[in-house]
């Protein structure tokens, strides 16, 4: 029996990389965006399969609305993938409390309250699969990310807890975290707060120009990674994190040793702050 997917952002990226290959295993299709006007092309792909529908997931109401719409259409979701995102790069004293809320609701609580619209659906059918998208500034982050890599690794921590919660009854959870990958990503999708203080040149600002210069160039393609996304849903265990990419897997390694080196050198100091024994 086909699948029923909700994809989040699929105007472009990701998001329209995971709907071309959800279309293209003949599954049914939920696709958002913000504007669904956008979606016209995957709708003409399959239309008896591709149900366009506008959200914005910064809208607690419409994600709800969006979500019993798509069950009154297609009558069940069996996976969620939270695609939509946005970056942010600035130093955390330079961004604006604006900027910050901004990317916390579209990059941390977005997926939160979509995550929660559709659980008490799957806790009924006894199954489902959430896909989080996450980043590689989840595995450690960048000077200059502070608020993006800061949401994202609240999803993912977040996303830990619902697995095990979620678990019992039949729903798995996913965490894709990929490398730099030729979407728009660096491009449209990126606000940038220009660097003031001449302190921070260094570091945000060489950053901000790295990120500038990868512009269509970056080597991953999204196209074989949503492939290795959507088949996922063939695994009976699926992981609960998927790493994406030569830079992100080499980043990961990386992280892991240091972070064991470190532990193993400051455990002496962590293990004397119990109480003796005998007290």
């Known amino acids: 029996m086909s699948n029923v997917w909700l994809v989040t952002g699929c105007s ?7 709907a071309l290959a959800v279309i293209d295993r003949g599954d049914a299709l939920i696709a958002t965006a913000r504007d669904a006007s956008t979606l016209g092309e995957l709708v003409a792909l399959a239309p008896d399969r591709v149900t366009p529908m506008s959200l914005d ?5 419409q994600i709800q609305r969006c979500v019993a719409e798509a069950i009154a259409q297609r009558g069940r979701i069996d996976v969620l993938v939270n695609n939509a995102g946005a970056g942010l790069i600035g130093a955390l004293e330079e961004l604006t409390r604006e900027q910050i809320d901004r990317s916390l609701a579209v990059n ?30 989840a595995i450690n982050n960048y000077a200059g990310f502070s608020i993006y890599g800061g949401a994202k690794a609240a999803l993912e921590a977040a996303s830990e807890a619902v697995a095990l919660e979620a678990a019992p009854f039949g729903v798995k959870v996913t965490l894709v975290q990929p490398g730099p990958f030729r979407t728009e990503f660096a491009s449209r999708s990126m606000t940038s707060q220009p ?43 699926p992981p609960l994190r998927l790493v994406l990419g030569k830079y992100a897997i080499g980043k990961s390694r990386k992280m892991l040793a240091a972070r064991l080196a470190e532990l193993e050198t400051w455990e002496p100091r962590g293990q004397g702050t119990e109480f003796a024994p005998g007290r």
């Open 195 to 237: 660097v003031s203080a001449p302190d921070y040149a260094p570091t945000v600002g060489k950053f901000a120009t790295l990120l500038n210069s990868m512009r269509n160039k970056q080597p991953g393609d999204p196209q074989p990674a949503a492939r290795a996304i959507v088949a996922l849903r063939d695994e009976a265990s």
């Open 57 to 61: 997931v910064t809208d607690a109401g």
């Open 12 to 18: 472009s990226g990701f998001g329209r990389a995971i």
């Open 108 to 137: 941390l609580l977005g997926p939160i309250e979509l995550m929660r619209a559709v659980l008490p659906h799957m806790r009924a059918a006894r199954s489902g699969w959430i896909v989080n998208m996450s980043a590689a500034a």
